[in-house]
């Protein structure tokens, strides 16, 4: 039986894209989260778990019966640990077999009584995640926005409705005279003159 203050608290599942310099901001953002008062549960696929169990990172969590880790198959059979490197075959395996498995996990974490957790009350992923909005929808649990991402951009030529997050996120922005957008349009720009 979970105990009263357990069911108090909000509780965030919280899942990077599994590729180097996704895990940890969502460490941290998971961590500032906790410090708020929410219980998390922090996934991973299990390739990369494994990585982080050899990292001091989770120790620093250890004794935090609030702070959880969980893992999700990585839908890949491989021994290889540069294979969670490998960003199409990440974006491949996470579109077709992780569904069904965080699927499960959310199902398994709402079982409160066999968890001693809260029910999940929100699914926070990274934005090449899809599948999670799949699962929290199914489970009636909200995926944090904020609304920045569908903000119509109107100023760029022959791209009538474009959202924000149709444009790749390493030049996301609302401002024409952002540094990264001016670079990548110049170097198009030349590119077409070589």
Same mark, same amino acid.
């Given at each position: 039986m979970a105990s009263p203050d357990l069911f108090g608290k909000p509780h +965030? #599942?919280?899942?990077? %894209? &599994? +590729?180097?310099? =996704?895990?940890? &901001?969502?460490l941290k953002l998971a961590k500032l989260l906790h410090l708020k008062g929410f219980h998390i549960t922090? #996934?991973?696929?299990?390739?990369? =778990?494994? $990585?982080? *169990?050899?990292? &001091?990172g989770p120790c620093a969590l250890?004794?935090?019966s609030s702070f959880r880790f969980e893992t999700i198959p990585d839908g890949r059979h491989t021994s290889d640990i540069d294979a969670t490197q490998d960003i199409p075959? *990440?974006? !491949?395996? +996470?579109?077709?077999?992780? *569904?069904?498995? %965080? $699927? !499960? *996990?959310?199902?398994?974490?709402n079982d409160s009584a066999s968890m001693d957790v809260s029910p999940v009350t929100c699914v926070v992923s990274d934005g090449a995640m899809s599948f999670t909005l799949t699962a929290a929808e199914e489970l009636h649990a909200k995926c944090i926005t904020n609304?920045?991402?569908d903000e119509v951009i109107d100023w760029i030529p022959g791209m009538k409705g474009i959202r924000l997050k149709d444009i790749p996120t390493f030049i996301r922005t609302t401002n024409r005279n952002d540094i990264m957008l001016n670079y990548i349009i110049g170097e198009i720009e030349r590119a077409q003159k070589a």
């Open positions: +965030a #599942v919280c899942i990077p %894209f &599994p +590729a180097k310099g =996704h895990i940890k &901001p969502m922090s #996934v991973n696929i299990e390739s990369n =778990h494994q $990585r982080l *169990l050899k990292s &001091p250890g004794g935090l075959l *990440l974006c !491949d395996s +996470a579109s077709k077999n992780s *569904l069904g498995p %965080f $699927r !499960d *996990l959310l199902s398994k974490l609304g920045y991402l």
